[in-house]
């Protein structure tokens, strides 16, 4: 798969922050994270070239293929986990993630704290109640967050992933996210991906995470069951 010619991707980024605009949204305040996952090294290195600096992948075999390939091409990036993360898979990781941003659960936070302590997290909230989407209950946040933030890591929000369906019908649950992290008094909101930015935009998103509307359609992510998400 290779990945799309400087121009292409150039426009591609564009649109991207003309649509967080339209939504009401700052594109130069809001971090557009590039979602590189399922996509070989070459699609990384395009985006660094582009000048994205924020990348993110679900998958730790993933990340740890592309990351030296950039660090070896002089790309300084900030790879952000964004993925299910098994607790075995943070040591290896630990010294490249920047935000970890899937943390749901005590266990997996304490690891990352021992690994990579101080490390800066996001907390994953399930705000749809599917339950095949990852993230702790909403009304178990707050302890979580104190949780980790005990464990002496630098807790900077909240992070979920949308309803599936209509990008209208993720708009309540971004809305709850908005209001967990403002009673927490936490300033990163990471919420709207390819087809639900706008819904996210408009309820506050700080950090959008975007692959499919930057690189096309992903090949299939062998050994997923979550497949194309
Ligand atoms: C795959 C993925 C994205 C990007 O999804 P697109 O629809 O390609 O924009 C964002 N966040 C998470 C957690 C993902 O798994």
Redo the contacts with the bound molecule.
């Keep these: 798969m290779s990945a799309p010619a400087p121009e292409v991707l150039g426009a591609r980024v564009d649109a991207v922050r003309q649509r967080i605009a339209e939504a009401g949204g700052d594109p130069d305040a809001i971090c557009l994270l590039a ?1 590189t ?1 399922g996509f070989g090294p070459e699609v990384a290195l395009a985006a660094a070239g582009s000048g994205l600096v924020d990348l ?1 992948e ?1 998958y730790a075999q993933e990340l740890l293929v592309k990351a030296p390939v950039l660090a070896g091409a002089g790309h300084q990036v900030r790879w952000h986990a ?2 299910r993360l098994q607790r075995n898979k943070v040591r290896s990781l630990a010294g490249i993630v920047s935000l970890w941003q ?1 943390v749901d659960r005590a266990d997996l936070g304490l690891e990352i704290a021992k690994r990579a302590p101080g490390a800066r997290v996001l907390v994953q909230v399930n705000v749809s109640d599917e339950p095949q989407k990852g993230g702790c209950a909403p009304d178990e946040t707050a302890d979580l967050v104190a949780r980790l933030a005990d464990a002496g890591l630098d807790v900077q929000g909240l992070m979920t ?1 949308g309803r599936t369906g209509e990008p209208a019908d993720a708009r309540a649950g971004f809305a709850l996210l908005r209001r967990l992290a403002d009673d927490l008094d936490l300033p990163v909101r990471s919420m709207g ?3 639900d930015l706008e819904a996210a935009v408009a309820e506050g998103s700080t950090l959008v ?5 930057l690189f096309g359609p ?1 090949p299939s992510v062998p050994g997923s069951a979550a497949g194309a ?1």
């Design positions: 979602v996952k993110g679900n964004i993925g899937s992933v991906m390819s087809g995470r975007v692959g499919a509307a992903r998400r």
